[in-house]
């Protein structure tokens, strides 16, 4: 029988079994470079801020373009393999963080991480196909093929392709899941009265709410218009409510009416907000932040 009759009945030959690797390859690399692409964007715009989540935004940035290289210059399956986990760790801190809190930081819904949510997913689906295609053939050795170990994991080759497929459904469903799922309430905002006191804050007064979380304005606001809304207010909750002033307390307190009704409080013609990057009360990460279309200022006892 003709070569090119028995290579159409088995299957692709050698030749397009490589130009699918360089495209898994490239492909994953790709993905990783496009993920550290989105997470340096949010580490520079204002996620550097944070406790703990900015180092951890860096070494992910880091992380992701160095894998990336390493798979698309060499296209080791090691660093494809270790690209794979790493794609599903980030993207299981993501989900933690946004049902829960990691490292005391509850992150909220946006499309930067819906996006990166997505790639994440693909990433491992790609890099996983890329680590589990088959084994190039070699003729035996002295050794016969190391053993038998290479034929061995040619054979356990097709399992995996079947364990990674069923994962990245897994995976898929739970980021799905998750984003489907209504938002845990904010761990600070506004309440029927709003409790306005002032605290000492690495060494500054500054204004707090009731629990003690810093108060922050926006530079595009005006006295008597918030420009906050969507996006920017899951990050920076308005704070609402009746307002009153406690001791220490100076400044001429009001409120102002938001858009879709409710009213905000203000000091001194100021909308005040407060941050979900402040972990804890006694915290003023937002401060001086480019984030979300203006600049933050902590909300100072002087106004």
Not at 67 to 79: E, K, M, N, P, Q
Not at 107 to 119: D, S
Not at 139 to 163: F, I, K, N, Y
Request: aromatic share 10%.
């Amino acid at each position: 029988m003709p070569e090119t009759a028995r290579v159409g009945a088995d299957g692709p030959g050698p030749g397009s079994s490589r130009w699918q690797g360089l495209a898994l390859r490239v492909i994953g690399a790709g993905l990783l470079f496009a993920t550290g692409a989105i997470h340096l964007d949010l580490y520079l715009t204002g996620y550097r801020t944070i406790p703990t989540i900015g180092w951890l935004f860096l070494l992910q940035v880091i992380t992701a373009f160095a894998l990336g290289t390493i798979i698309l210059v060499w296209g080791s399956r090691l660093a494809a393999a270790a690209g794979a986990g790493f794609a599903v760790a980030t993207l299981g801190g993501y989900l933690l963080s946004l049902r829960v809190s990691l490292f005391g930081f509850r992150e909220v819904r946006t499309t930067a991480g819906i996006v990166a949510g997505v790639i994440e997913v693909a990433t491992f689906a790609v890099l996983a196909a890329f680590v589990l295609q088959p084994l190039p053939e070699h003729q035996p050795s002295g050794r016969a093929t190391h053993d038998g170990r290479v034929e061995r994991l040619q054979h356990a080759m097709p399992a995996g392709r079947w364990a990674a497929a069923a994962f990245t459904v897994v995976i898929s469903a739970l980021l799905g899941l998750s984003l489907a799922a209504e938002e845990p309430a904010s761990t600070s905002g506004g309440s029927a009265n709003a409790l306005l006191q002032v605290t000492k804050i690495h060494g500054a007064s500054v204004l707090t709410d009731a629990r003690g979380y810093t108060l922050y304005w926006f530079a595009p606001d005006t006295p008597s218009k918030s420009t906050c809304y969507g996006t920017c207010a899951a990050y920076w909750p308005p704070l609402t409510g009746r307002p009153i002033a406690g001791p220490g307390v100076t400044g001429k307190v009001g409120t102002i009416g938001r858009t879709g009704g409710g009213s905000q409080v203000t000091y001194d013609g100021h909308p005040l907000y407060t941050y979900v990057g402040d972990s804890a009360p006694g915290r003023a990460t937002g401060n001086d932040v480019d984030l979300n279309g203006g600049f933050w200022y902590e909300m100072a006892e002087s106004g």
